[in-house]
């Protein structure tokens, strides 16, 4: 891809509908991230009423979240190749079709095979749709909308199980995955208007096809044994040779992207300090999201055995503190630095924790979750500012692939290691764990946002980057 194609302007600043059209970009990408929490509440439901038992449960959380984080660099490719208004739409129609065919499932297969192709539209749609925002907005516009984004999507995991509760009690959990349809169709036919048709790119380079392979595989086999290390232990067979073979196939990945023609990332972007500490940024936000999230939910009905109604009800301050905290993040993260930001953002993501794991009771459980899931918006923020401000526009996607990649890294390394801590708890016996859980997320935050202040850039104002030849 020459530097000349990239070099042209790419950028709707003065086009007044890019407002709108960052609107419609979040609502999708809202729906994306709402359709992993919205679907854990309803879980219990789906199985009484298809009988599934349950492995079989898990794999209705799973075989999204392994579809949406195994082909999330593939999508990121594919939109610097093809343009990301394809790429958006066709994702974006995907992931609607799929959630139809979700809902009318009368079996596993069925549910099965929908998730699937959910996951898979997901993952075309989500790294493409924020190189969109990053090849549209610069400046102090670039940290509002990327606050915008971070604002929907950590809130859209809160509003999950708000939403799985008021669904799953009212018209029943086949409507988890009825309510994308009109709303993607709405959406679909609102960005056919307003995304712009993708410039022409000069000679067109080939999609490395044994490349997307590799790293789907190495992706997938990854977040497979996260998601499975909480039930069969971090330290078993099964689990150390499943991740030993997630790193062999990123080993030949990496030999093969240094040998083909037209690769499918340049490696060397994983060595620029911005990119990779924006990605450790968004990789222990999510992880401490979902931690936070999944340890809340089950302390609310296991523990203090509400229902999923009110339960959801409850986390309704939590989606608000995410969205406010990502928006103020969005206000100052240009005067402040992304340093500074995603330091505050996770010190208060430490203390919010803190709270929970001290007070034993449902009140000071949601406010200190509220206030953990506030930092968290913030850190969201702080991680795509930094990792998105010095990439060149025809990396845009690649960079968006690598950021929602690791999204999907931190939320089965969350769940992974919360539910082996709380173990007892989730399980029923125990109070102990919850306080363990909210414990070590505590810790984890405080951790992180001293290496944040020593890896994250302090610049403030990051320079135009311009394309690298190749």
């Given at each position: 891809?020459?530097?000349?194609a990239?070099?042209?302007?790419e950028?709707?600043?003065?086009?007044?509908t890019?407002?709108?059209m960052?609107?419609?970009?979040?609502?999708?990408?809202?729906?994306?991230?709402?359709?992993?929490t919205?679907?854990?509440?309803?879980?219990?439901?789906i199985?009484a009423?298809l009988a599934l038992?349950?492995?079989?449960?898990?794999?209705?959380?799973?075989?999204?979240?392994?579809?949406?984080?195994?082909?999330?660099?593939?999508?990121?490719?594919?939109?610097?190749?093809f343009g990301?208004?394809?790429?958006?739409?066709?994702g974006?129609?995907l992931?609607?079709?799929?959630?139809?065919?979700?809902?009318l499932a009368?079996?596993?297969?069925m549910?099965?095979?929908?998730?699937?192709a959910?996951g898979?539209?997901?993952?075309?749609?989500?790294?493409?749709?924020?190189?969109?925002v990053?090849?549209?907005?610069?400046?102090q516009e670039?940290?509002?909308?990327?606050?915008?984004?971070?604002?929907?999507?950590g809130?859209?995991?809160?509003?999950?199980?708000?939403?799985?509760g008021?669904?799953?009690?009212?018209?029943?959990?086949?409507?988890?995955?009825?309510?994308?349809?009109?709303?993607?169709?709405?959406?679909?036919?609102a960005?056919?208007?307003?995304?712009?048709?993708?410039?022409?790119?000069g000679s067109?380079?080939?999609?490395?096809?044994?490349g997307?392979?590799?790293?789907?595989?190495?992706?997938?086999?990854?977040?497979y044994?996260l998601?499975?290390?909480?039930?069969?232990g971090?330290s078993?067979a099964?689990?150390?040779g499943?991740?030993?073979?997630?790193?062999?196939?990123?080993?030949?990945?990496?030999?093969?992207?240094?040998?083909?023609?037209?690769p499918?990332?340049n490696l060397?972007i994983?060595?620029?300090?911005?990119?990779a500490a924006?990605?450790f940024?968004?990789?222990?936000?999510?992880?401490?999201m979902?931690a936070v999230?999944f340890?809340?939910?089950f302390?609310?009905q296991?523990?203090?055995?509400?229902?999923?109604?009110?339960?959801?009800?409850?986390?309704l301050p939590?989606?608000?503190?995410?969205?406010?905290g990502?928006q103020v993040?969005?206000?100052v993260?240009?005067?402040?630095?992304?340093r500074?930001?995603?330091g505050?953002?996770l010190?208060?993501?430490?203390?919010?924790t803190?709270?929970?794991?001290i007070?034993d009771?449902?009140?000071?459980?949601v406010t200190g979750?509220?206030?953990?899931?506030?930092?968290?918006?913030v850190?969201?923020v702080?991680?795509?500012?930094?990792?998105?401000?010095?990439?060149a526009?025809?990396?845009?996607?690649?960079?968006?692939?690598?950021?929602?990649?690791?999204?999907?890294?931190?939320?089965?390394?969350?769940v992974?290691?919360?539910?082996?801590?709380?173990?007892a708890?989730?399980?029923g016996?125990?109070g102990t764990?919850f306080?363990?859980?909210?414990?070590?997320?505590?810790?984890t935050?405080a951790a992180?946002?001293?290496?944040?202040?020593?890896?994250v850039?302090?610049?403030?104002?990051p320079p135009?980057?311009?394309?690298?030849a190749?």
């Amino acid at each position: 891809m020459s530097a000349q194609a990239v070099d042209q302007p790419e950028t709707t600043a003065a086009n007044p509908t890019r407002w709108r059209m960052l609107a419609m970009l979040g609502i999708a990408q809202f729906m994306l991230i709402l359709d992993v929490t919205v679907v854990a509440i309803a879980l219990p439901h789906i199985g009484a009423d298809l009988a599934l038992e349950r492995d079989t449960l898990t794999w209705v959380v799973s075989a999204y979240t392994l579809m949406f984080g195994g082909l999330m660099l593939l999508g990121g490719r594919a939109a610097d190749l093809f343009g990301s208004r394809r790429v958006v739409l066709l994702g974006l129609l995907l992931f609607t079709i799929a959630s139809l065919v979700t809902g009318l499932a009368a079996g596993p297969a069925m549910l099965i095979g929908g998730r699937i192709a959910q996951g898979v539209g997901a993952a075309m749609l989500s790294p493409a749709a924020l190189s969109v925002v990053a090849r549209t907005f610069h400046g102090q516009e670039r940290n509002k909308a990327l606050g915008i984004w971070s604002a929907l999507g950590g809130g859209g995991s809160a509003i999950g199980v708000l939403l799985g509760g008021v669904l799953t009690a009212g018209p029943g959990w086949q409507w988890v995955f009825y309510i994308n349809v009109p709303i993607g169709l709405i959406v679909l036919v609102a960005l056919t208007r307003m995304l712009p048709k993708d410039l022409p790119q000069g000679s067109r380079a080939r999609l490395d096809v044994p490349g997307a392979i590799l790293v789907t595989a190495a992706t997938g086999t990854a977040i497979y044994a996260l998601i499975n290390a909480g039930d069969r232990g971090w330290s078993t067979a099964s689990t150390l040779g499943t991740l030993a073979g997630a790193v062999a196939l990123y080993a030949v990945f990496a030999i093969l992207q240094r040998t083909v023609r037209s690769p499918l990332m340049n490696l060397r972007i994983l060595t620029r300090r911005p990119v990779a500490a924006g990605t450790f940024l968004i990789l222990v936000a999510t992880a401490l999201m979902i931690a936070v999230f999944f340890l809340g939910s089950f302390f609310l009905q296991h523990h203090m055995g509400y229902g999923p109604l009110r339960t959801g009800l409850l986390f309704l301050p939590v989606a608000v503190a995410t969205i406010v905290g990502a928006q103020v993040a969005g206000h100052v993260v240009g005067r402040l630095g992304a340093r500074a930001v995603a330091g505050i953002g996770l010190a208060v993501a430490a203390l919010g924790t803190a709270v929970a794991a001290i007070w034993d009771d449902s009140a000071a459980v949601v406010t200190g979750i509220s206030i953990g899931a506030a930092g968290i918006g913030v850190a969201f923020v702080a991680s795509s500012a930094t990792a998105l401000a010095h990439v060149a526009h025809d990396e845009a996607g690649v960079a968006s692939g690598l950021l929602s990649t690791f999204h999907e890294f931190g939320a089965a390394l969350g769940v992974s290691l919360v539910s082996s801590i709380a173990a007892a708890s989730i399980a029923g016996s125990s109070g102990t764990g919850f306080t363990h859980g909210f414990t070590f997320a505590a810790v984890t935050a405080a951790a992180s946002a001293v290496l944040a202040l020593l890896i994250v850039p302090a610049l403030k104002s990051p320079p135009v980057v311009k394309a690298n030849a190749h």
